[in-house]
């Protein structure tokens, strides 16, 4: 089972800043924090990942709680394009063994609206 | 850098048949994992492949098999198709480099089987 919980589903208004909660209060030390979303029927698209301190790249920021607990995804600007389910997943880092598995819940469906 | 491939895109079988789909990834990634995305169930984990050797295995019956080549292309089978199998087949690679690694998988565009 995932080990996760998000919101089935949440509406941002186009260039308003989408906030996507997750929770993982069981997370473990050594788990780290992955987004992705997948648009309609296409394969799932990496976002970002953090394991304690807050990330961001061209795409996103990534804000975990100093307890690990829950965490926010950022899209700082929302576009139409942005339209898509999106996943958190906790996974356990690896040294070098087998990668494990991404345990997919159901995921956020963001709606951007014009 | 090109991304994961995977062929065909879009495939009609019936009851009774085989089918192998195939997947590429990206240049220089060592490990190739395979996931099933039905809407009732979801996305789920199939099989891991790292080296031609299957490191991860999913709760999925021994009609869905694969094998990983020696440029690290795998191929996937499903033997005696069903009806329930008919959904979207997603093919992932990583670097899988050793060491600490937290190896992100990226996604190809799928398969998608349809079972009559």
């Known amino acids: 089972d995932a080990k996760t919980t998000q919101p089935p589903s949440m509406d941002c208004a186009e260039g308003r800043a989408a906030n996507l909660p997750c929770n993982h209060s069981t997370i473990s030390g050594n788990e780290y924090v992955y987004w992705y979303r997948q648009i309609h029927s296409q394969g799932p698209q990496y976002i970002i990942h953090?394991?304690?301190n807050n990330e961001t790249n061209e795409m996103a920021s990534l804000i975990i709680t100093e307890d690990r607990k829950s965490s926010t995804l950022i899209l700082p600007h929302a576009t139409l394009r942005d339209t898509a389910v999106y996943y958190c997943?906790?996974?356990?880092?690896?040294?070098?063994?087998?990668?494990?598995?991404?345990?997919f819940g159901k995921g956020t469906k963001l709606s951007v609206k014009p | 850098k090109a991304g994961v491939t995977q062929t065909p895109r879009y495939l009609i079988k019936t009851r009774g048949q085989q089918v192998t789909l195939s997947c590429s990834p990206i240049s220089g990634h060592r490990s190739v994992s395979w996931y099933q995305q039905t809407p009732g169930q979801g996305l789920q984990f199939l099989f891991e492949?790292?080296?031609?050797?299957?490191?991860n295995k999913g709760n999925f019956p021994g009609r869905f098999s694969g094998r990983q080549f020696s440029n690290s292309r795998s191929e996937m089978n499903v033997s005696t198709l069903e009806l329930g199998d008919s959904a979207l087949y997603l093919c992932?690679?990583?670097?899988?480099?050793?060491?600490?690694?937290?190896?992100?998988?990226?996604f190809g565009p799928g398969t998608r089987l349809t079972v009559l």
């Open positions: 492949y790292f080296s031609e050797t299957q490191r």
């Open positions: 992932a690679s990583s670097l899988s480099s050793g060491g600490l690694s937290t190896d992100t998988q990226y």
């Open positions: 997943i906790v996974r356990v880092g690896n040294y070098g063994g087998s990668q494990g598995n991404l345990i």
């Open positions: 953090g394991l304690k």
